[in-house]
């Protein structure tokens, strides 16, 4: 197996080879493949690398390379974890919108909005090398806003692609240890889009544990990125579900933007802080071990959510996980064509998401309105339109009103020096 990982300068790589040098032998891993536009990170990050598998003594053949042509030819998996513009562009979309009052949230709001702009471009011109070069190859991508981008990916290229994140992943393990289970034995229905889902039933050995679980209702176990706010009970026993840790943006609207003007930071600046720290571990030649300081990032078990793809896919096991793939009526109340965020039943020929229980109308106006404007951003990504832009804006629970759009919309393409027709 050869895979190739797209954003290899990442100083998330380390977590994510770290996973995979772990299970090479078990899944017949012989190349990877860093790829990344800045030389230096990517030699440092894969120097580090090196230093690391060779202290575990699990060595895989791993090559660096700022071609992408070369990085993905004839590989079966492509794993990408880009940031356009890097962090200091995530910052530029999080004061975007604490400039109009509004959430500017890496992934949420028109600091997702600002991201998809400027990545969907990209993760484009990548699909178009797989296809050409490793036609056969499923891309894993992590790219954010990872929903969105693969309902891109989908819609605009031939490439097998699999929109993953790591937050399904931690719920599940973050849930079992609440219940004082192992994951195995626990299982979760959830159904939403990536970022925006929802646990509807926990069963324990079979049993429906739901209300047990409620009384968790997503307070522990959360992302580094996220605060520590906590959702209201009354409202989580009347929901009779649990809203995953980012759902806080929506219902926590005011409590989140006042968190975020308190700490007087955004969180890009602090991840540019634990980014200095890791470098400057990574690039200690006595430093041979994955850093603790790597948990300060929010991406916790996400080389674990790439690795149980990799092997149900590999070795055409037939499991559930949950992905973000084409709905194809799994969710009757959404599109067809719309990436959706569900348990899915995985092996050799992909994902196919399993058919979820009508949504009740608590979530569906809000995932409906987020996947309408989902696909406004997607084709205002691809046509590079205004009006698409200016009403995936509107559209957005968490954008401005028509009365302050286009003064938005012009400070993103400013900021981003970004031009749309
Ligand atoms: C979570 C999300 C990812 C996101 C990450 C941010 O894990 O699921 O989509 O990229 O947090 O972490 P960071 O440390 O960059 O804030």
């Not at 679980?213 to 176990?221: I, S």
């Not at 194809?328 to 569900?342: F, I, K, S, W």
């Not at 229980?357 to 987020?370: N, Q």
């Amino acid at each position: 197996m050869k895979i190739a990982v797209i954003g290899g300068g990442s100083s998330y790589t380390p977590e994510l080879l770290d996973g995979l040098f772990a299970r090479a032998k078990a899944i017949g891993l012989e190349e990877v493949r860093l790829y990344d536009i800045d030389p230096e990170r990517l030699a440092t990050v894969a120097d580090f690398c090196l230093r690391m598998c060779k202290a575990s003594g699990t060595c895989i053949d791993h090559q660096t390379t700022t071609d992408l042509s070369t990085a993905v030819a004839g590989v079966d998996f492509v794993i990408a974890q880009i940031r356009v513009g890097g962090n200091s562009a995530r910052k530029e979309d999080e004061l975007l919108g604490l400039r109009h009052g509004l959430i500017g949230q890496e992934t949420t709001g028109v600091g997702g909005f600002a991201k998809a702009l400027r990545t969907i471009p990209a993760m484009l011109e990548i699909a178009a090398a797989i296809e050409k070069r490793a036609p056969d190859a499923t891309l894993i991508n992590f790219t954010n806003p990872s929903g969105l981008v693969t309902e891109a990916l989908l819609k605009h290229s031939r490439v097998r692609v699999i929109g993953l994140c790591n937050i399904p992943v931690t719920f599940h393990i973050e849930i079992a240890k609440a219940l004082g289970a192992a994951r195995e034995e626990v299982e979760l229905e959830s159904v939403g889009l990536n970022h925006l889902s929802w646990v509807r039933t926990v069963r324990l050995r079979g049993e429906d544990v739901t209300a047990k679980a409620l009384a968790w209702g997503g307070k522990a176990g959360r992302p580094a990125n996220l605060g520590e706010l906590d959702y209201p009970e009354g409202f989580i026993r009347a929901l009779g579900m649990i809203p995953m840790h980012y759902l806080r943006y929506y219902y926590l609207t005011d409590r989140m933007i006042e968190e975020m003007k308190k700490k007087g930071k955004t969180r890009a600046e602090e991840v540019m802080e634990v980014e200095a720290e890791l470098f400057k571990i990574y690039r200690d030649l006595t430093v041979n071990e994955k850093p603790a300081a790597l948990s300060k990032r929010g991406g916790a078990h996400y080389s674990l959510a790439a690795l149980e793809l990799i092997e149900a896919i590999h070795f055409d096991r037939g499991n559930v996980l949950t992905l973000d793939v084409r709905n194809h009526g799994a969710v009757a109340e959404l599109p067809a064509d719309a990436v959706v965020e569900v348990p899915c039943r995985v092996g050799r020929d992909g994902a196919v998401p399993l058919p979820a229980r009508p949504v009740p109308p608590a979530i569906l106006g809000l995932m409906r309105a987020v996947k309408a404007y989902e696909e406004l951003a997607v084709t205002a990504a691809v046509e590079r339109s205004r009006d698409a832009a200016l009403l995936a804006l509107v559209v957005h629970p968490l954008g401005p009103d028509a009365d302050h759009a286009e003064a938005v919309l012009e400070d993103l393409l400013r900021t981003h020096r970004l031009e749309l027709k």
